[in-house]
């Protein structure tokens, strides 16, 4: 399975971004569809996740903030970020599950400045 992330970039803290993922080579189906993000320093931490059965998960710092989605036709997903702050910096990973297989994505850097 190969995953790959694309969106990020430069921004002012208050602004937006949006990242995709996008999966692809799997003949199952993916069951959890997962945005990570590191900071340097810091250890990998979720930041969004979306089921198959349709549960999302957020981690508290970003809630109403960012929103996850999909489109399931094409096996890919959407992190669109609002209201960007300084600490949202990171390299953000987009990860997915196959059973109980997990693929990670090369990683897309997020750089929110003051």
């Known amino acids: 399975v190969q995953v790959v992330e694309s969106g990020g970039g430069l921004v002012q803290a208050g602004g937006s971004l949006r990242l995709s993922c996008a999966a692809s080579?799997?003949?199952?189906?993916?069951?959890?569809f997962g945005w990570y993000r590191q900071a340097p320093g810091k250890e990998r931490e979720l930041v969004a996740s979306?089921?198959?059965?349709?549960?999302?998960n957020y981690a508290d710092s970003v809630k109403d903030r960012f929103t996850i989605s999909r489109n399931k036709a094409r096996d890919t997903v959407f992190l669109g970020m609002n209201s960007l702050k300084p600490e949202d910096t990171a390299v953000y990973y987009c990860?997915?599950?196959?059973?109980?297989?997990?693929?990670w994505g090369q990683g897309t850097q997020v750089t929110v400045s003051s």
């Open positions: 990860n997915v599950r196959v059973r109980e297989v997990e693929f």
């Open positions: 080579g799997n003949r199952l189906p993916i069951s959890v």
């Open positions: 979306f089921t198959i059965d349709g549960r999302i």
